[in-house]
């Protein structure tokens, strides 16, 4: 007998982001359809488990995490520098519903970066976990080693036509000149029997 | 319940064919709501101008008052209203054939295009087989001379390593270099890398560090690098403003690269716009030329398209790939330079990858890749280009059994061994002078040798990227380079980085596909004009260069029996 276990994840969005002001404070930005329209990246990972991934990460470095939506963009630099003007720290992560994912400071160029993770569908869990650990050293202004970066070059032939039809959906759930909400996430952990 | 597959008896015929590299490669059906489709997409406007009092007040079926920015940009610096009224009555396959006409010369079909509204491009190109555009292209190019671009870049940004692939491509031929960065901060050292690495074997190589804008366009004004490529356009206006950008800002950028003597082109390519969920249903192609008008409109001098990065979206839609070759013709037809595509994987059967490669080398461009990849898909950080540097030999026999010019020579094992050798060593020396991390001699001696960054010893990348900030920070520049190599005795790169600044100054190679030989000559569109006519006309191999192509190492000698 064997047992699987499966992260339900509680997303509810809540009253308009504002600026926060914990100088340990870590902002994950997530995209419009993230968690809500989109449940899976590209690699049929579960939104719940890369968001518990990152939120640990942050955590065991004593970083505060905050989750918040944005609604305005499905652009990833915008996201994430969005993320990083709304963060006390100053740094913010922003995800995309395909898994793309982004670290940015907030007195960068939006199309700068601390790191970017551009090949959704080879960023794995652990990565999601180094990504929210790297996020805090930062913010506590550490000078920090970047996660290696993976490549596969072959990623796009596979992929590059579903992510597009993925970033289509989450684009039809963009809400222009609707501000950017904070987020009550919460997560159970189920264990199931199976034979 | 869906039956399991296995239940079914398969076809072993069947098996065999899933199997094959090509069905890894993602295909869709045409989604032309969404502008998923490559040519021609139901939304697409019909071609139509009016022009009144020299203005043009209705664009392909659009009234001024409803034009988005990019209308706007296009009626009022790109269409000839002199000219359009009478280019726009001729029938569309009547401009197709003149295209593919030898008695029809280039710069007539120049003045034909320039009252040729988007749409209209459109049609025209829509009534070409892909034999048809590429003799159509071997007519438009500008340059006489075909050329090639690689990327140099690694994993690890190992600027030992880099500087010595750079060196390495450099010995094979390649005109023009760009380089990119796995972490931003590394971007002043991959700049340095790949001018010290190009200029160690030869003077006139441009070299350019592709980034976020901003501090793409402050490494050329500090000339460390000698050219820039990444400067994005887009075919809608909600993907362009997605971008913080307009037609105009884009066209401010592209002034300040001219005003400091540097070469740039933009970059733009079919299936950005679906990618970015901003198509409006449009085809791709369509949205593509008025990307490439946008560019005649600004000015610059040419363009990289070719898809580019978005390579795996026209490539899962039917006539995908030509619809990539439409648009590389489409550029030229604009008298602009075209670095045509071939840099990014969109296939896993070598069978299809060469097929479109060919589409670009047979006719030849100014760059029939922009770029080929010096170095291992592996450390490729553009994500992989359509051959790499195992490809190398390949790419080679295939101009040696066509007798086609794809720019790029044989070489020998050892000739490259020294010449990685000696940038490795110039980058050592450099280091020092500047008072940069230490590059030890088992760096110099790995790099010599190296295939990728897996052969490189770990760098202290903490320490590497504090003086790699410190080059913008101190303003670091060309010229600093150049005198410190010169400080070490190290001559003769020194010149040839300071001949590079020279030519800031000069504004030659501003010119129409410029690209510089290695007498420091600038050969551009201007004196080495395309002037193909048909057979025994145009660019045609010199006998010198022909023994070269036909003398590859592997090939044996009859005489050796």
Redesign the interface.
């Known amino acids: 007998m064997n047992y699987s276990y499966s992260i339900e994840m509680q997303m509810d969005d809540q009253s308009r982001a504002a600026k926060g002001s914990d100088p340990k404070e870590v902002v994950i930005a997530v995209s419009p359809a993230f968690g809500k329209a989109l449940s899976k990246t590209i690699v049929s990972v579960e939104h719940s488990e890369v968001l518990r991934e990152i939120i640990s990460g942050i955590e065991e470095q004593g970083g505060v995490t905050r989750v918040i939506r944005n609604f305005e ?3 990833l630099a ?1 996201i994430g520098h969005l993320a990083a003007k709304l963060s006390g720290s100053g740094i913010g992560i922003g995800i995309q519903s395909r898994g793309t994912t982004i670290i940015h400071q907030r007195d960068l ?8 993770f ?2 959704s569908p080879l960023i794995t869990l652990e990565t999601y976990r180094d990504i929210g650990r790297n996020a805090a050293l930062y913010a506590r202004g550490e ?1 920090v ?2 996660v ?2 993976v ?15 993925l ?2 959906k ?2 039809q759930e963009i809400v222009r000149g609707k501000p950017a909400v904070n987020v009550d996430y919460s997560f159970t952990i189920s264990e199931e029997e199976t034979v | 319940m869906k039956p399991s597959p296995t239940a079914v008896r398969r076809s072993k015929r069947f098996q065999v064919l899933e199997d094959r590299p090509v069905n ?5 059906h045409e ?1 032309p709501e ?1 502008g ?1 489709v490559a040519m021609s997409s139901p939304n697409d406007p019909s071609p139509s101008i009016e022009i009144q009092d020299g203005r043009i007040v209705e664009l392909d079926g659009k009234l001024r008052k409803d034009f988005d920015m990019l209308d706007q940009f296009i009626a009022d610096y790109t269409i000839d209203v002199a000219t359009a009224n009478e280019m726009m009555n001729t029938e569309s396959v009547d401009i197709a054939r003149k295209l593919v006409d030898i008695n029809v010369s280039r710069s007539e079909v120049l003045a034909i295009v320039k009252g040729l509204t988007p749409a209209k491009i459109v049609e025209v190109l829509n009534q070409l087989n892909v034999v048809e555009m590429m003799m159509a292209l071997q007519k438009m190019r500008a340059r006489k001379k075909p050329s090639n671009q690689c990327h140099v870049t690694n ?1 690890r940004d190992n600027p030992v390593l880099m500087a010595a692939d750079a060196a390495e491509a450099a010995l094979r031929g390649f005109d023009e270099q760009e380089t990119t960065v ?3 901060r590394y971007a002043p050292f991959n700049a340095l890398a790949l001018l010290v690495g190009s200029q160690t074997v030869r003077g006139g190589i441009l070299t350019q560090d592709a980034l ?4 793409e366009l402050r490494l050329a004004m500090l000339g460390l690098t000698t050219y820039a490529e990444t400067i994005s356009i887009y075919g809608t206006e909600s993907v362009f403003k ?3 950008d307009t037609p105009w800002s884009k066209s401010f950028l592209a002034s300040a690269y001219a005003s400091r003597g540097s070469k740039m082109r933009f970059t733009s390519g079919t ?1 950005s716009e ?5 198509a409006e249903g449009k085809s791709m192609l369509y949205l593509e030329i008025r990307c490439i008008m946008m560019a005649k409109g600004a000015g610059v001098q040419g363009l990289q398209n070719g898809s580019i ?5 026209p ?2 839609v039917p006539s995908g790939i030509r619809a990539v070759l439409a648009e590389n013709l489409a550029t030229t037809m604009f008298d602009l330079e075209v670095a045509s595509g071939n840099d ?5 059967s070598e069978i299809r990858r060469s097929a479109k490669m060919l589409c670009q080398m047979l006719p030849g461009t100014d760059f029939v890749f922009s770029g080929y990849s010096a170095v291992p ?5 553009f ?3 359509n051959m ?1 540097s195992s490809d190398l030999d390949d790419f080679l026999i295939i101009q040696r059994d066509m007798m086609v010019d794809g720019g790029l020579r044989p070489v020998e094992e050892s000739e490259v061994i020294e010449v990685r050798y000696q940038a490795a060593k110039t980058m050592q020396v450099l280091f020092d002078e500047l008072g940069f991390p230490a590059i030890t001699e088992e760096e110099i001696d790995a790099a010599t040798y190296a295939n990728s960054s897996d052969d490189m010893p770990k760098r202290n ?2 320490e590497d990227l504090k003086a790699a900030e410190s080059v913008l920070k101190e303003g670091i520049t060309g010229l600093d380079v150049a005198l410190a190599l010169a400080n070490r005795g190290y001559h003769q790169v020194a010149e040839r980085i300071f001949n590079m600044l020279k030519q800031r100054v000069a504004g030659d190679y501003l010119h129409t596909s410029a690209i510089i030989d290695e007498n420091n000559i600038v050969r551009s569109a201007v004196n080495n004009e395309n002037d193909y006519t048909g057979p025994g006309t145009g660019y045609r191999m010199s006998e010198e260069r022909w023994e070269e192509i036909k003398n590859i190492r592997q090939a044996i000698s009859p005489s050796e029996y």
Not at chain 2, 24 to 28: A, E, L, R, S, T
Not at chain 2, 274 to 278: K, S, Y
């Open positions: 963009t499905a652009d915008f160029d939006p199309l700068s970066n601390l790191e970017l551009p090949q000078n080693d970047p290696p970066v490549n596969d070059q072959m990623a796009r032939p596979r992929y590059q036509a579903i992510a597009a039809i970033h289509l989450e684009a | 890894k490669d993602g295909f869709v989604w969404q998923f994993v796995g972490v931003v976020e804008e901003a501090t997605d971008g913080d299936g679906v990618q970015m969920a901003g990065s978005c390579i795996g979206i490539a899962a990014q994987t969109f296939s896993h898909n592996s450390d490729n950080m994500a992989g280009s790499d990348v903490m």
